[in-house]
Structures are given as structure tokens and as C-alpha cells.
């Protein structure tokens, strides 16, 4: 499909020993000009494009970046800076951020700035890494709002209390190594040139897998975000009952006994 405001691709694990079986799916964020800023159009391409990649049965995980300097550097500030509240309200703004959900895991390659709704965007993947020069922030205040899509409730149960307050309280940014010790990012890579490469090694390792266990995973991880403890082990065992009605547990099993790798069928 042909898209005005993001590029898709896929790639294919070239490592002979380890074959992963699944593709991984590449969404580049490309308006460089203004540092991707997240336009309704924008993100009706992303959603649209995630949605394709998540239907595609021989592609294992998305792995999301941005073109130029940034990831992403907010929400359009022109197209939201003249709209009232009834605007806003009325249209339900930012509501299809809401909508974002897809089932295969998300990885964000945060290559630059990540501010406002950039921030929130890759707080909305699955697994975020970064390259050395990418700056998060959620800088809302500077314009007289507040994060729309997520930063006030994901900020503070990535970082905690007190780093999502002085985050959001003073629109300071921090360094990639500050979010990584955060516990915002799982890695900072060595320099930006490698960080579209790791992004995709984590991919190929995740399509490698069963890809019904991969689903059912990240559903689990999810819901311990929207439930108790108690609700959510049990969530988490009832899931775990239900692979041993998959041939892919126990072709996963068998393949382990067998000492050969596993031939998954997504079923
Ligand atoms: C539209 C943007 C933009 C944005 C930058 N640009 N951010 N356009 N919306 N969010 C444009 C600039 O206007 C400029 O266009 C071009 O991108 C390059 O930006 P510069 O400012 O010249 O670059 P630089 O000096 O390097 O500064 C980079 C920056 C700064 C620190 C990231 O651009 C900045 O502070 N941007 C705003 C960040 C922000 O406030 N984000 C939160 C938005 S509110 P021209 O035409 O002049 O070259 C938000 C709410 C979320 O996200 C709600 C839920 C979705």
C-alpha cells in the first residue's frame, strides 16, 4: 500500500544458523521536515500499516523508527493549535491512539527525539530501544496542555512517581542512558548506524518462536498493567493451559526431545 507519511518494508533473517521463520515488519515514521510530528494522517497510516503487518501470518513482529532526527517530536503542534475545547472534546481528540492494538510485539528504534506523543508512542510498544542521541521527553507543559495519549498513567509505571512528575512537571528531556537506567528503554545500542540492525536482530529472535506463545505472552505481560496479582496469575495459568491444546507445544516439546529445532505451524 501506498502511504503519504511512512515507509513500510519487511526483512528476513539472513543467518544461516539460525533461520528465524517469521519476517519482521518495518514501519519508518517519514516526515523528517517536521521531526515526524505526529498528524492525525500520520498516525492513520501507522495504525492502517500496523494493522496489514499484524494480519500477515509470515511476519513475526514490527519493529517502528522514524526518518532524520527523530523519532517522533510530538503531535502536530499546527494542527492542534487553534482547535477549542469543543474541538476537542466533540471530536474526541487522540481518542484512535486508544485503537492502537495489535497483537504481535512491538519494537520501538528510537533514533532521535521522542517527545510528547513520540514519547508515549514508544511507551505504547512493546520492547523500546534507542540510539545514543535520542532524547525522551513529554514537554506538553512548555505549550500549556498536558500528554494526551498515555504519558500521565505509562510514564509513571515505567520510571515511578517521582522521575514521571519532574519529567512531566518541568517538559525536560533525558538522555537515552538516563532512560535506559530509568528503566524507560531496555538498551541503548552503540551508535545510530547499528540501530535499525538490533532492532531487527530482536525480531528475528522473537520470530524464531512459536508465534501463538508470542501472542499469548504479550497479552499476559499487558494485563498485569490492567489487573490485580490474583487476577492476573490466574489469567496467566489459564493461558498457559490453553498452549497444550496448540501443536505448536507440542512440536516445541517434541523438537526439544528430539534435540532438532522446532517447525511451528501457528496452531
Ligand atoms: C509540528 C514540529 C514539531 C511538532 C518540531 N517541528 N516539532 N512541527 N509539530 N511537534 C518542526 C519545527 O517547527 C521545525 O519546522 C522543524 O520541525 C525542525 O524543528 P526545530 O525546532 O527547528 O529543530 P530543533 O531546533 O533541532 O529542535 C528540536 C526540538 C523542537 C527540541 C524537538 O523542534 C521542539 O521542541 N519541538 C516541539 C516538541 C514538543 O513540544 N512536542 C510535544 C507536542 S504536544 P520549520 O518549518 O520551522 O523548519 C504533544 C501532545 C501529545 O505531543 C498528545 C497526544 C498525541
Not at 496489514?52 to 510530538?74: H, N
Not at 508515549?120 to 498536558?146: H, R, T, W, Y
Not at 490485580?228 to 498452549?243: D, K, M, P, S
Amino acid at each position: 500500500k501506498d502511504y503519504q507519511h511512512i515507509l513500510t518494508s519487511r526483512f528476513e533473517s539472513k543467518d544461516p544458523e539460525k533461520p528465524a521463520s517469521l519476517g519482521v515488519g518495518l514501519i519508518e515514521l517519514n516526515q523528517p521536515k517536521s521531526l515526524n510530528s505526529l498528524s492525525d494522517a500520520l498516525f492513520e497510516d501507522l495504525i492502517d500499516a500496523a494493522r496489514v503487518f499484524d494480519k500477515q501470518e509470515d511476519i513475526g513482529s514490527i519493529v517502528i523508527t522514524g526518518k532524520g532526527k527523530a523519532f517522533a517530536a510530538g503531535a502536530d503542534i499546527p494542527e492542534m493549535s487553534t482547535k477549542s475545547f469543543a474541538e476537542a472534546y466533540n471530536s474526541n481528540m487522540f481518542s484512535q491512539w486508544a485503537e492502537f492494538k495489535i497483537s504481535k510485539p512491538i519494537i520501538a528504534a528510537v533514533n532521535g527525539f521522542a517527545l510528547g506523543g513520540g514519547c508515549e508512542l514508544a511507551m505504547m510498544c512493546d520492547i523500546v530501544i534507542a540510539s545514543p542521541n535520542a532524547k525522551f521527553g513529554q514537554p506538553e507543559v512548555n505549550l500549556g496542555i498536558i500528554p494526551g495519549a498515555g504519558g500521565t498513567q505509562r510514564l509513571i509505571r515505567a520510571v515511578g512517581k517521582s522521575k514521571a512528575m519532574q519529567m512531566i512537571l518541568t517538559g525536560e528531556m533525558i538522555t537515552a542512558e538516563q532512560a535506559e537506567r530509568d528503566g524507560l528503554i531496555s538498551k541503548v545500542v552503540e551508535s545510530r548506524e547499528v540501530l535499525l540492525e538490533e532492532a531487527l536482530k530482536i525480531g528475528y529472535a522473537i520470530g524464531e518462536k512459536g508465534p501463538i506463545a508470542i501472542r499469548m505472552a504479550k497479552e499476559c505481560v499487558n494485563a498485569a498493567e490492567e489487573m490485580n496479582l490474583e487476577q492476573g496469575l490466574q489469567f496467566e495459568r489459564r493461558n498457559f493451559h490453553a498452549l497444550f491444546a496448540t501443536s505448536d507445544q507440542k512440536e516445541g516439546m517434541g523438537a526439544f526431545l528430539d534435540k532438532r529445532t522446532p517447525v511451528w505451524k501457528n496452531e
